[in-house]
């Protein structure tokens, strides 16, 4: 896609991302609680009590979702004058988008709390396919228009796929009082997951904010770097959660989690580097041969691709202190590596550092999180 996109349209792209990400939160944090109880629930059996709880999260994160993506189409109709053509069209399109994924995210929910990881791993390499090859077909022959036409078309594929195979169907009842017990739940998860978000998503605000859209392009081949390594410890962190989950429901003992937290971040631990290490090298070479334009982002990649070690580490602990209901604890952490990070990055930026000197100061950020 880079081949085809200058660093200015691809930065819109990345920018688009953005919205993605934070549009998840949305449901006020009933995702994450469902998330958390589920398995908990199919741990004890309460069938009933799931049943109460896949409506619930189903009709009020329909009702959010809508609801936001209504609210983001207007700011942008509001502001059309002082933003990127590209940006307004993306940001209009993507907005069915948000309703859409998070339908998509609903099922994914389901299948994971019934640990249905087989199915789970096939539609997640056939979407990815189709979204790899689609996007790269479609920015080659129709550009930036190809590729939100394929967001779309790929976004529906995924919840046809889902919504054949799960086998409950989604059943539109807002029961308040389950709202109200995934709300309370949910919300210190909703601070705690965008304080989290925030950490991985701080560097490119700030590029935003200290620099433009085409640094931001430059800067993404970073980004694509950060999020293949944390793909790996998201997945293995995915997987695990549930397992995780169920066993404290049947026990009721934290030492029930114990061996999820410690052997996965042992085996982690190990093949990161591997990972890391043929990145740092072969990365560059990939750029400087395909996508000379975007050669700018190899300093700040090589500063990212290190240090995402140290954040993509804290994957299992994260859950286990969600799991303790330790919310409080993870947003303050979140907060003062925040400020810490923005600090260093206007401080590296007023020093004319550019790209190298907020992906130092994210790297240092990252670091502090870890320890």
């Known amino acids: 896609m880079r081949r085809w996109m200058d660093p200015s349209t691809f930065g819109v792209v990345a920018t688009l991302n953005l919205l993605v990400l934070y549009s998840s939160f949305s449901d006020l944090g009933t995702m994450r609680a469902a998330e958390v109880q589920l398995p908990y629930l199919h741990g004890r059996g309460d069938i ?29 109709v509001y502001v059309q004058s002082e933003i990127n053509d590209y940006l307004f069209m993306g940001v209009l399109v993507y907005c069915v988008y948000f309703i859409i994924n998070q339908i ?15 199915f789970l791993g096939k539609y997640i390499f056939l979407t990815s396919f189709l979204t790899g090859v689609g996007n790269v077909v479609a920015v080659w022959f129709f550009g930036y228009i190809g590729f939100l036409t394929v967001t ?55 590029v935003l904010r200290l620099l433009n ?33 169920e066993a404290y429901g049947v ?30 090298f072969l990365i560059p070479l990939v750029v400087h041969w395909l996508i000379p334009k975007y050669e700018f982002g190899i300093a700040s990649f090589k500063i990212i691709v290190l240090f995402t070690y ?3 580490m804290t994957n299992m602990f994260f859950g ?44 240092i950020g990252y670091f502090c999180y870890f320890m």
């Not at 807002?174 to 995934?182: A, C, F, H, Q, R």
């Not at 993404?220 to 549930?242: D, E, H, K, Y």
Request: aromatic share 12%.
């Open 48 to 76: 009933q009590q799931i049943d109460d709880v896949r409506e619930a999260i189903f009709s009020f994160n329909l009702i959010t979702s809508v609801t936001f993506s209504i609210a983001v189409a207007a700011w942008a």
């Open 104 to 118: 998509a995210s609903y099922y994914i929910i389901l299948l994971r709390s019934t640990q249905e990881f087989v």
């Open 152 to 206: 779309i078309v790929v976004a529906l594929l995924q919840v046809a796929t889902l919504f054949s195979h799960v086998r409950c169907r989604p059943i539109f009842n807002i029961n308040p009082s389950v709202v109200k017990i995934l709300l309370l739940s949910g919300l210190p998860m909703l601070v705690s997951g965008l304080s989290f978000q925030g950490l991985r998503t701080i560097d490119n605000f700030l």
């Open 213 to 245: 859209t085409e640094q931001l392009g430059q800067y993404s081949i970073a980004l694509m770097a950060n999020a293949m390594i944390f793909s790996l410890t998201t997945s293995i962190s995915t997987v695990l959660f549930p397992s995780m989950q």
């Open 251 to 280: 026990s009721g003992s934290k030492d029930s989690m114990r061996d999820y937290v410690t052997q996965p971040s042992i085996v982690i631990g190990q093949l990161l580097p591997v990972m890391i290490g043929s990145m740092y």
């Open 310 to 312: 140290f954040y993509a």
């Open 320 to 363: 286990f202190l969600t799991s303790m209901q330790k919310q409080k604890l993870i947003i303050l952490i979140n907060i003062v590596i925040l400020i810490l990070i923005f600090g260093l990055a206007e401080i590296f930026t007023f020093y004319k550092w550019g790209l190298e000197g907020i992906a130092l100061a994210t790297g």
